[in-house]
T-cell receptor, first 115, second 112 residues
Framework: EPEVTQTPSHQVTQMGQEVILRCVPISNHLYFYWYRQILGQKVEFLVSFYNNEISEKSEIFDDQFSVERPDGSNFTLKIRSTKLEDSAMYFC?????????????FGSGTRLTVV | GNSVTQMEGPVTLSEEAFLTINCTYTATGYPSLFWYVQYPGEGLQLLLKATKADDKGSNKGFEATYRKETTSFHLEKGSVQVSDSAVYFCALSRQAGTALIFGKGTTLSVSS
């Protein structure tokens, strides 16, 4: 079964440093997403990406965040200057646009720890 | 706005007990509804989904029926196992390509 692959699985970074989280979505999916889950809390939407541009973003996704699809396979989330409160599990997801059978497939996540 | 409300956990059951986790939603139009499961230390896995009213999603003995009249999508299983211990998230999507909106999650703990 096709998978969404995320790397690294765990990253520790110093406060103020830039981090890039990487994802390889399912190859025939058109929509890409980033979500985060602070430990013990709900899964929160950050941003969606379609046709090489952001299609939707939440209030969490401020100027410190950016997304990019640098080539035909990778989808990245960059945090420019990490803060302690950015510590969370970050999930990448992708989806097809084919209603009614579309579904969202999530990667296994990157645990980001900011120290 | 669009939102999902799940019953508060944790839910603690003995093996072979009947499970219900309540989920209600608020949305414009006709959203698609999902249940995701997160096992300890792992990511989110799609458990089942329903894309229109009266659809029943099912997988691994779990079922949920899309009830538009009550705006609900309750998760049920007739006989839970220890291996079902996990966090269960109800979610909705307004349409293809839009963000999933999650409930807060319900922790299920099953003991033998």
């Amino acid at each position: 079964e096709p998978e969404v692959t995320q790397t690294p699985s765990h990253q520790v970074t110093q406060m103020g440093q830039e981090v890039i989280l990487r994802c390889v979505p399912i190859s025939n999916h058109l929509y890409f997403y980033w979500y985060r889950q602070i430990l013990g809390q709900k899964v929160e939407f950050l941003v969606s990406f379609y046709n090489n541009e952001i299609s939707e973003k939440s209030e969490i996704f401020d100027d410190q965040f950016s997304v990019e699809r640098p080539d035909g396979s990778n989808f990245t989330l960059k945090i420019r200057s990490t803060k302690l409160e950015d510590s969370a599990m970050y999930f990448c997801a992708s989806s097809s646009d084919r209603v009614p059978n579309y579904g969202y497939t999530f990667g296994s996540g990157t645990r980001l720890t900011v120290v | 706005g669009n939102s999902v409300t799940q019953m508060e956990g944790p839910v603690t059951l003995s093996e072979e007990a009947f499970l219900t986790i309540n989920c209600t939603y608020t949305a414009t139009g006709y959203p698609s509804l999902f249940w995701y499961v997160q096992y300890p230390g792992e990511g989110l896995q799609l458990l089942l989904k329903a894309t229109k009213a009266d659809d029943k999603g099912s997988n691994k003995g779990f079922e949920a029926t899309y009830r538009k009249e009550t705006t609900s999508f309750h998760l049920e299983k007739g006989s839970v196992q220890v291996s079902d211990s996990a966090v269960y998230f109800c979610a909705l999507s307004r349409q293809a390509g839009t963000a999933l909106i999650f409930g807060k999650g319900t922790t299920l703990s099953v003991s033998s």
